[in-house]
């Protein structure tokens, strides 16, 4: 990197310095102005007296977007690596609404996906010293994704199991028409919803009702319970917010001089 991009990589990418905390805190604010600008939009009344007002708001809002997207590009070392990474998809879906706005006619319905400007805002929260807490529950979640995954799987069996026993038990004079309606009520009653568009009225269907609604706790338990005992393992490994210029990975030790996930040099 020539030393300018070592500059801008210190200000754009590492939150840990004095200077990358001020312009994270910039953009944070750009970010929710532009979040607000698109609540405003939605409503008619204000949409039709500031029209104008807002359009040109926007256009600011996206040439700062644009600036930034274009210099992370420029001083990473891997820019494909960025381009096609989560946040860098979330960066150019950030400008790309307001241009296609001006050869594409009726997109107003891109306002959704200027909307998700506010995914941002967790890139950036990592500036400040309550953020590695994020930081840790993002790993503790990543980690436990194979098991929820498993157990997702297998609440998925079961639904399937009880909405088609229930289909036999109460048939389609009570209302469960067929086994996938079976199944809308074992996702509804398991998770503790309960709509009530659709109730068992046999007795035995009762019963079994009863049993799937207590089963319904210890399923909204054991997600939580994986995730609790992943945060108790993370919370005691210390990581930095270093960036690696070469993968964008975050999650290194403390006192880590080379990525733990390319080997690459760090930044210090």
């Known amino acids: 990197m020539s030393t300018l991009q070592d500059q801008l990589y210190e200000i754009i990418f590492e939150a840990d310095t004095r200077i990358g905390k001020i312009f994270d805190l910039a953009l944070l604010i750009v970010i929710l102005l532009s979040i607000l600008l698109v609540i405003l939009e939605s409503v008619p009344s204000i949409e039709r007296d500031y029209h104008s007002l807002l359009k040109i708001s926007e256009w600011i809002i996206t040439g700062i977007f644009t600036i930034e997207y274009i210099l992370r590009i420029w001083i990473v070392e891997k820019p494909k690596a960025y381009i096609f990474s989560f946040y860098g998809i979330i960066d150019l879906l950030s400008v790309l609404p307001t241009y296609l706005g001006l050869v594409i006619a009726g997109t107003h319905g891109f306002m959704v996906i200027r909307a998700l400007r506010l995914l941002r ?121 270093q960036v690696c210029p070469n993968c964008l990975a975050e999650d290194h030790a403390e006192d880590a001089a080379y990525c733990s996930h390319c080997g690459h040099k760090l930044n210090k």
Do not use: C, H
Request: aromatic content about 10%.
């Open 121 to 241: 805002v967790f890139r950036i929260l990592k500036l400040n010293r309550y953020t590695k807490e994020g930081a840790i529950l993002v790993r503790a979640l990543r980690q436990s994704r194979i098991k929820i995954s498993v157990f997702l799987f297998a609440v998925l069996t079961l639904v399937i199991i009880i909405g088609t026993i229930m289909y036999l038990i109460e048939g389609s004079e009570n209302g469960f028409t067929s086994i996938p309606r079976g199944i809308y009520w074992a996702v509804v009653t398991l998770t503790t919803v309960g709509y009530g568009d659709i109730s068992p009225a046999t007795s035995l269907g009762q019963f079994f009702a009863s049993i799937v609604m207590i089963i319904g706790y210890a399923v909204i338990a054991v997600p939580t319970g994986i995730v609790t005992a992943e945060l108790t393992k993370q919370s005691s490994k210390e990581k930095s917010n």
